[in-house]
């Protein structure tokens, strides 16, 4: 893993703490056992938890989208939080761009920390075309391609940046 990775996992700890504390809930729901529940280590899992892989390609599934979803649902409503206020207060004052800031930060950092492992998504492609029936093939298809595809960009540090990107842009249309 890259330095980067980890910078990003640092600066981004609410949305680890978040997007971890997530998958313990499906790993207990789905009565997974979790190996280490450390949430900010020096490894590659640094943002995720230490779990067994999941046994159903359901299982497999709700590890990978639950997360990532909730993630993803809180981000945006950080993210539009100060768009409405502005729309209803019509200010722009310090205290404003002060909760922008704060809100923005946040939006980025469950943003940032929304892709599950590779590993995880691997996982859930193993269990769905070896034991899912078509119906789960179709319906788990699209899902898996985003969040494998998300889950690389993460790893490398690119959803960091885009999710800046995005922020700047938000801020300066503000």
Not at 63 to 89: D, S, T
Not at 133 to 158: H, T, W
Request: glycine share 4%; proline share 3%; aromatic share 18%.
């Amino acid at each position: 893993m890259t330095a980067f990775y980890y910078i990003t996992k640092y600066l981004t700890f609410p949305g680890a703490y978040a997007r971890c504390f997530w998958e313990q809930i499906v790993c207990r729901i789905c009565r997974v056992p979790v190996e280490d529940n450390r949430y900010l280590r020096q490894d590659e899992l640094a943002g995720h938890i230490d779990h067994e892989l999941m046994p159903t390609a359901r299982s497999a599934f709700a590890l990978c989208f639950v997360p990532a979803f909730f993630n993803a649902i809180g981000a945006l409503f950080l993210a539009i939080f100060p768009v409405v206020y502005l729309f209803v207060y019509e200010t722009t004052d310090l205290v404003f761009a002060l909760m922008c800031a704060v809100s923005y930060w946040f939006a980025v950092s469950l943003y940032v920390n929304s892709y599950s492992l590779v590993e995880d998504a691997l996982n859930m492609k193993e269990k769905v075309y070896s034991e899912g029936n078509i119906l789960q093939k179709i319906f788990y298809s699209p899902a898996f391609v985003l969040l494998y595809i998300g889950s690389y960009l993460e790893r490398y540090g690119i959803t960091f940046i885009a999710a800046v990107v995005a922020t700047i842009a938000m801020a300066v249309a503000l």
